[in-house]
């Protein structure tokens, strides 16, 4: 857990929501969707996930992002937080983790699709902290830095936990 984190959840006064809706694309790896549905009620339940978010997960080694661009991952989210008709979501790309387990093994494989993952949901959280002021340019500038820095703290202690606890392992 990090410590002094602004979205930290009140376990005793939050009742635990399941606001995070994960979609798998057909052929996605079994392991692979363990670990990145593990990883989400892990964030689920030590944060709060005060609006709908859903995690869409292709079988492709990238995804296609707004402005066309080939990305690992991508966040998007409506104007307003409250809008019930469009819901924030997040596009990530697994399809690669075979190619990824014989270059790098089994964990950083895992590491590397978990991290756009992780930067991705600390965007998510910041846009619904301060959701009005998230469109200025620097704003979007400062949230990236931020989700760079907070995602990796949020991924390393969740890695050490599974590697320590044996559900991730190279075998």
Not at 36 to 50: K, L
Not at 143 to 165: C, P, Q, S, W
Request: hydrophobic share 40%; proline share 3%.
């Amino acid at each position: 857990m990090l410590k002094n984190w602004l979205f930290q959840r009140n376990t005793v006064k939050d009742e635990k929501l399941k606001n995070i809706n994960i979609v798998f694309e057909s052929g996605v790896d079994k392991y692979v969707k363990d670990v990145i549905y593990n990883f989400c009620r892990n964030i689920e339940t030590s944060y709060q996930i005060i609006a709908p978010l859903n995690i869409y997960v292709a079988n492709k080694p990238y995804v296609i992002a707004e402005d066309g661009d080939k990305v690992v991952g991508v966040f998007w989210h409506p104007w307003e937080l409250d809008d019930r008709e469009e819901c924030a979501y997040i596009k990530l790309a697994a399809g690669d983790y075979e190619e990824l387990v014989r270059a790098r093994g089994k964990i950083n494989a895992i590491f590397a699709i978990l991290y756009p993952l992780s930067g991705n949901i600390v965007k998510y959280l910041t846009w619904t902290k301060h959701p009005y002021n998230h469109f200025s340019r620097l704003n979007k500038m400062i949230a990236r830095g931020f989700a760079k820095i907070y995602g990796e703290r949020m991924l390393d202690a969740y890695m050490t936990k599974m590697v320590h606890n044996g559900f991730l392992k190279n075998d």
